[in-house]
């Protein structure tokens, strides 16, 4: 049996933590966090019993590379922290979006062509029970021919404050997005969208794109943030695929557990629990299979995820040029 990797998490925010916590449900040991935060930083690593920390990238290779390396820092510093790791020879899984901007996504993809390095794009839907059975189907061609991607993803007003300068098409959408790109089995080649904002937020709160894919499946988007701020995260989504034969969804309106009370909850047990499991820890086992070469088929292809990115951006522009069909020029899809 191939030994785990060890493994650093870079960032020790909300998703950081649950990368620590995902990895030691398989088993995979984490060795070191890295945050610029000290009280952060020390504070996740005892309760998670990770034995070194570091303020930055640069201390944790001084010390010693890491086999491999989760980068769960915000999307602005993907390329900073994935491209340096990649230089050293790290391989890295970088949660979605691979970068905040096209360029920095490129660089991503070349630092890794150039060196060598595997380079995981995060989109954890893909490892999704539910959404893979419907990918599944949809490959079988138990729907026919695919005509249409339909998606809807509703979330709380406390995205626009948690996240106030991030436009929902590179921090929500992304998902949607990604989930076109697979069931269409076609990369996207024209964009059209609209956004809308309400009082307060600097943000937009609503996007609606369409998008045709080269093999002229068509996919509609829907972001909102505008359910109540109590309302639980992880609700109100639903992706739709139109097939000649036939229609199939995913449903996650309906969460598993459901308390409502003072605040109402809905502990996710379905993509990133809190205490490992789920999507996420499926996630992280294809990674380290990626790694130890145990598992060399890739379900995100590096270049799906650099084109997720170019479809993000020219949905946050045509939404900004009043609704403008844009066409994209992608790489060839895996």
Same mark, same amino acid.
């Given at each position: 049996? *191939?030994?785990?990797?060890?493994?650093?998490?870079?960032? %020790?925010?909300?998703?950081?933590?649950?990368? $620590?916590?995902?990895?030691?449900? +398989?088993?995979?040991?984490?060795?070191?966090?890295?945050?610029?935060?000290?009280? *952060?930083?020390? /504070?996740?690593?005892?309760?998670?019993?990770?034995? /070194?920390?570091?303020?930055?990238?640069?201390?944790?290779?001084?010390?010693?590379?890491?086999?491999?390396?989760?980068?769960?820092?915000?999307?602005?510093?993907?390329?900073?922290?994935?491209?340096? +790791?990649?230089?050293?020879?790290?391989?890295?899984?970088?949660?979605?979006?691979?970068?905040?901007?096209?360029?920095?996504?490129?660089?991503?993809?070349?630092?890794?062509?150039?060196?060598?390095?595997?380079?995981?794009?995060?989109?954890?839907?893909?490892?999704?029970?539910?959404?893979?059975?419907?990918?599944? %189907?949809?490959?079988?061609?138990? !729907?026919?021919? $695919?005509?249409?991607?339909?998606?809807?993803?509703?979330?709380?007003?406390? !995205?626009?404050? +948690?996240?106030?300068?991030?436009?929902? %098409?590179?921090?929500?959408?992304?998902?949607?997005?990604?989930?076109?790109?697979?069931?269409?089995?076609?990369? $996207?080649?024209?964009?059209?969208?609209?956004?809308?904002?309400?009082?307060?937020?600097? %943000?937009?709160?609503?996007?609606?794109?369409?998008?045709?894919?080269?093999?002229?499946?068509?996919?509609?988007?829907?972001?909102?943030?505008?359910?109540?701020?109590?309302?639980?995260?992880?609700?109100?989504?639903?992706?739709?695929?139109?097939? &000649?034969?036939?229609?199939?969804?995913?449903?996650?309106?309906?969460?598993?557990?459901?308390?409502?009370?003072?605040?109402?909850?809905?502990?996710?047990?379905?993509?990133?629990?809190?205490?490992?499991?789920?999507?996420?820890?499926?996630?992280?086992?294809?990674?380290?299979?990626?790694?130890?070469?145990?598992?060399?088929?890739?379900?995100?292809?590096?270049?799906?995820? !650099?084109?997720?990115?170019?479809?993000?951006?020219?949905? *946050?522009?045509?939404?900004?040029?009043?609704?403008?069909? !844009?066409?994209? &020029?992608?790489?060839?899809?895996?």
């Amino acid at each position: 049996m *191939t030994a785990p990797p060890e493994v650093a998490v870079i960032g %020790a925010g909300a998703f950081g933590v649950r990368h $620590v916590a995902a990895y030691r449900s +398989l088993g995979v040991p984490v060795t070191a966090l890295v945050d610029p935060d000290p009280t *952060t930083r020390e /504070r996740v690593a005892a309760e998670h019993d990770v034995p /070194r920390t570091f303020a930055d990238v640069d201390d944790l290779l001084a010390a010693g590379a890491p086999q491999a390396a989760s980068v769960c820092v915000p999307g602005p510093a993907h390329r900073a922290v994935a491209v340096r +790791l990649l230089a050293a020879g790290v391989p890295v899984l970088v949660e979605k979006p691979l970068a905040a901007t096209v360029r920095d996504a490129a660089a991503i993809v070349a630092a890794a062509r150039t060196h060598g390095v595997l380079c995981q794009p995060g989109h954890i839907l893909r490892h999704s029970a539910p959404h893979r059975a419907l990918y599944d %189907a949809v490959r079988a061609g138990r !729907l026919g021919q $695919v005509l249409a991607v339909s998606s809807r993803r509703d979330r709380p007003r406390t !995205l626009s404050r +948690l996240f106030p300068g991030e436009h929902p %098409a590179l921090l929500t959408a992304v998902h949607d997005i990604d989930l076109a790109i697979w069931y269409a089995q076609s990369p $996207v080649v024209e964009v059209r969208a609209a956004a809308r904002t309400r009082p307060g937020p600097a %943000a937009p709160v609503l996007v609606w794109a369409e998008l045709r894919h080269a093999n002229d499946v068509v996919s509609s988007i829907r972001n909102s943030y505008l359910l109540p701020e109590h309302t639980p995260n992880h609700t109100q989504d639903l992706v739709e695929v139109y097939g &000649t034969e036939g229609v199939a969804h995913v449903d996650l309106g309906h969460p598993a557990v459901l308390v409502a009370a003072e605040s109402t909850e809905a502990p996710d047990w379905l993509l990133s629990p809190v205490d490992g499991g789920g999507a996420l820890a499926a996630e992280l086992r294809h990674f380290v299979g990626q790694v130890t070469g145990t598992d060399p088929s890739a379900v995100v292809p590096l270049a799906d995820g !650099l084109h997720v990115v170019q479809v993000a951006t020219a949905v *946050t522009d045509s939404a900004a040029a009043g609704g403008a069909l !844009l066409p994209i &020029t992608p790489e060839p899809l895996s």
